[in-house]
């Protein structure tokens, strides 16, 4: 069971940038097809950020965050990126990472604090 360990999280003024990372142990990402980020603010469901192909580097983002956000890899630290820019305080959030297994998403790691103030 790979277990993943969000980090990189903080409080930043608006239009401020974090980047986050996605590290995984106990199997590498090579094994699953994809690792996508998440987010989930107070009393909101958790929503999809995008995704990676692991290895093909091919990306997909959500129209909201296409703009800002970026994701990216890095093979030989086995870690999955999220660059965030021109942040804003509905970015609030606590983000999470999971892979892609058996049709679903899972390995869900304990997230990382984002905290944008205005």
């Known amino acids: 069971q790979v277990r993943l360990v969000e980090s990189g999280g903080g409080l930043v003024q608006a239009g401020g940038s974090l980047r986050l990372s996605c590290a995984a142990s106990?199997?590498?990402?090579?094994?699953?097809?994809?690792v996508g980020w998440f987010r989930q603010a107070p009393g909101k469901e958790r929503e999809l950020i995008g995704r990676?192909?692991?290895?093909?580097?091919?990306?997909y983002l959500t129209d909201s965050m296409k703009d800002r956000f970026t994701i990216s890899e890095d093979n030989a630290k086995n870690t999955v990126y999220l660059q965030m820019d021109s942040l804003k305080p509905e970015d609030t959030a606590v983000y999470y990472c999971?892979?892609?297994?058996?049709?679903?998403?899972?390995?869900w790691g304990q997230g990382t604090q984002v905290t944008v103030s205005s």
């Open positions: 106990g199997r590498t990402f090579s094994i699953y097809s994809m």
């Open positions: 990676i192909m692991w290895s093909v580097g091919v990306t």
């Open positions: 999971a892979v892609r297994s058996g049709g679903s998403w899972a390995g």
